[in-house]
């Protein structure tokens, strides 16, 4: 089992930064990790996603440049820089945790989810 808490999210102006925190707890050894948001009326998408090493990072395409994704060196808390923030980004977004090391994009592939922290871009 792995138990994922997140935290950060808040109300921030356009153009402004977050850091998006995920503590990791239980199983998390050689387990990719990945950030997916959710804004009302539409699903889950993919944000980012991070290897166990750190070394492979993916983002989707509507973040990239803007978002970065790290790992410490304990390796059970995944960072979510989110920098240049849009009102777009505006959602709830979820810490996911997978049983291998694939880093993937679909949900279906995390097995474990935190509740989420909601961000909200005002304009």
């Known amino acids: 089992q792995v138990q994922l808490v997140e935290s950060g999210g808040k109300l921030v102006q356009a153009g402004g930064s977050l850091r998006l925190s995920c503590a990791a707890s239980g199983r998390t050894f050689s387990t990719a990790m990945g950030w997916f948001c959710q804004a009302p009326g539409k699903e889950r998408e993919f944000v980012s996603a991070?290897?166990?090493?750190?070394?492979?990072?993916y983002f989707a395409d509507s973040v990239r440049g803007r978002f970065t994704i790290s790992r410490d060196n304990s390796k059970t808390t995944v960072v979510l820089q989110m920098n240049s923030l849009k009102p777009e980004d505006t959602a709830v977004y979820y810490c996911?945790?997978?049983?291998?090391?694939?880093?993937?994009?679909?949900?279906?592939?995390?097995?474990?989810w935190g509740q989420g922290t909601q961000v909200t871009v005002s304009s």
């Open positions: 991070i290897s166990w090493s750190g070394h492979n990072t």
């Open positions: 996911a945790a997978r049983v291998d090391d694939n880093i993937g994009t679909m949900a279906s592939e995390y097995a474990y």
